[in-house]
Structures are given as structure tokens and as C-alpha cells.
């Protein structure tokens, strides 16, 4: 294939070339949101249930403040070591990916009032976060929540 601009033998743009390296930046930089929402569903990899993968980033005037997925509280069994433990269909073993984030920022003494949660979950099981995680944000001063499709002022 012919590259667009500089005409070389390769891909759309040619990786070696200036302008295709500019083209590029320009063609595929993501705006805020879906950047935040995109680092979200990276940090859903490191989820610990096989049930599905949460991830969550909170984030306040464009910068990180803290992350979380889904799985079980620091030093204990993991729900892909162990199991889930299931009851009323949920597993009681994993903390909610929102829920670690706040927890994340907390520990390392960040404060997060104002901020955005950015959550993905990979099954896109819900429109927005559980009422126990909303909950939590709202106390802890989460204002917006974005998720795959959907947009939340708390």
C-alpha cells in the first residue's frame, strides 16, 4: 500500500516521514474524554474476577489522579486464584473498580473533590456505576461520571 502523503510503499502513513507523522497525530488524537475513557479500559486489564473487567480513572483538570479495577482488597485471595464468592449474584470477593480508585486516592492522600470518574466496564453492563459506587463518589466529590456512552453530573 502507498502511503498518503509522501507516497513510499508502506501503510496509510508512512512512519518514517514527517508529514505522514504529523498527519497522523492530527487524524487520531483522541479528545479528553475519550483519552481518560481509553486509559480506563488499560486499567480494566488489571481486573482480578473473570467476570468481567471494570476499570476506573479519576481525573481533575486533565491530569490522573488515581486508578482502580475490580478485584479483592490488597493481600487477599484473588477471585481467579480462588473463585468468586457469589451471593445474591455478586460477588462478594471483588471491590468495585470505582470504589479502589477513591480508595487509591485516599491512601496516597490525594483529594478528588471536583474531579471526573472515568469508568469502563467490559461488558457494558450498565449505563452508570452502581448506586453503592455513586454513592461513594458523591461523598468523596466526584462531580461527573463518563462511561462507554453515557455522561453523569453527580
Not at 457494558?124 to 463518589?137: D, F, G, N
Amino acid at each position: 500500500m502507498e502511503c498518503a502523503v509522501c507516497h513510499n510503499d508502506t501503510n496509510i502513513y508512512c512512519p518514517v516521514c514527517p508529514e505522514c507523522a504529523k498527519q497522523l497525530i492530527q487524524t487520531q488524537r483522541p479528545d479528553w474524554d475519550t483519552y481518560f475513557l481509553q486509559i480506563a479500559r488499560v486499567v480494566s486489564s488489571r481486573s482480578t474476577c473473570p467476570r468481567g473487567s471494570v476499570g476506573a480513572t479519576i481525573v481533575r483538570d486533565n491530569h490522573i489522579l488515581a486508578t482502580g479495577y475490580n478485584g479483592a482488597a490488597p493481600g487477599e485471595p484473588h477471585c481467579i486464584d480462588v473463585g468468586c464468592d457469589i451471593q445474591d449474584g455478586h460477588c462478594q470477593r471483588a471491590i468495585h473498580a470505582e470504589t479502589n480508585a477513591v480508595a487509591q486516592a485516599a491512601k496516597m492522600g490525594i483529594g478528588i473533590e471536583g474531579a471526573t470518574m472515568y469508568y469502563w466496564d467490559s461488558l457494558e453492563r450498565a449505563s452508570t456505576a452502581c448506586i453503592k459506587c455513586t454513592q461513594v463518589m458523591k461523598a468523596a466529590g466526584i462531580k461527573r461520571i463518563v462511561g462507554i456512552g453515557h455522561e453523569l453530573c453527580l
